[in-house]
Structures are given as C-alpha cells and as structure tokens.
C-alpha cells in the first residue's frame, strides 16, 4: 500500500493547544512461577499518539475530508508530513474519527 503526502493546500501548523504527544507503550510483561517478572520489548519501534487541531476554512475543510476518506481510506494508509516538534519528515496514520466544531466562520478539526 502507497503512503500519501499532506495536501499543499492544507496548514502545516498545527493548534499548539490542540496538540499532545502520548509516549508509546512498547514494553510486554510476564509473570513468573518464581522471582520478580520479565519485561521485553514488544516490537523494535513504538507507535506514539498525537491529537492534532487545526483552524480550517470551509474550503480546507472539504479538503481535508476529501483526503481522509479517498486518499487515506478513512486511515486505512499512512501519510506523510512534517512533525510538529522536531519539523523532521513524519510518517503517521489517521485514527477515526476525527471531530469538527465552528470557530466563527471557520472549522476547528480535532483527530488523532
């Protein structure tokens, strides 16, 4: 399957309080019959979350809809973009769904 690129038309910058990092849980735990518990790594890289908020205008918004449903098929494919802390090439995968409320007379859309 073929990672897509952020739409140009759409902001690179994100709602800093809109935004969070969770760490990702990589580890996996096992019980032992005697003496303390294993802990070994469930997988070589760890998958981290990061809800995202953008400020859109009805035009973005349409967009942005567009490009989750064809090109991401509804998070089916991953995408790529600049990360919002380093600015270094991301690749992420959209998690539905995603939430959109009025600012004004523009969108705010909330997705992780």
């Known amino acids: 399957m073929v990672d897509v690129a952020w739409p140009s038309t759409l902001p690179l910058y994100i709602d800093a309080e809109g935004f969070a990092e969770e760490s990702a849980n990589n580890l996996i735990r096992f019980k032992t019959d005697r003496g303390p518990g294993?802990?070994?790594?469930?997988?070589?890289?760890?998958?981290?979350?990061?809800?995202?908020?953008?400020?859109?205008?009805?035009?973005q918004l349409m967009i942005f809809k567009r490009f989750v449903s064809n090109d991401l098929r509804e998070g089916e494919r991953a995408f790529y973009r600049p990360d919002p802390i380093t600015g270094d090439q991301g690749r992420y995968r959209f998690l539905p769904p995603y939430e959109i409320s009025p600012i004004g007379c523009d969108w705010y859309v909330r997705f992780t």
Request: hydrophobic share 45%; glycine share 10%.
């Open 38 to 59: 294993k802990v070994r790594r469930a997988m070589t890289v760890g998958i981290a979350k990061q809800p995202w908020g953008l400020n859109l205008t009805t035009a």
